[in-house]
């Protein structure tokens, strides 16, 4: 997976994260949403990837 890639898998969690239905609920419940983690070894572009975005 290359960068442009990666950030475009960040991209379409946070937008369902983000996502709310005709009453303006979340589509996901704030309570069952979990933290997004970028793990990886240094130097692969992790900060990267979210300053760019």
């Known amino acids: ?5 990666a ?3 960040i ?3 946070v937008e369902v ?3 709310k239905n005709e009453f303006g609920d979340y ?4 309570s069952k949403q979990r933290p997004i983690f970028m ?3 240094p130097g692969i572009g992790g900060s990267v ?3 760019l975005s």
């Open 39 to 41: 793990v990886g070894a």
């Open 17 to 19: 994260y983000l996502d």
């Open 11 to 13: 991209r379409r969690a």
């Open 49 to 51: 990837i979210i300053r």
């Open 7 to 9: 950030k475009e898998e």
């Open 27 to 30: 589509t996901i419940p704030i």
């Open 1 to 5: 997976m290359n960068i442009k890639e």
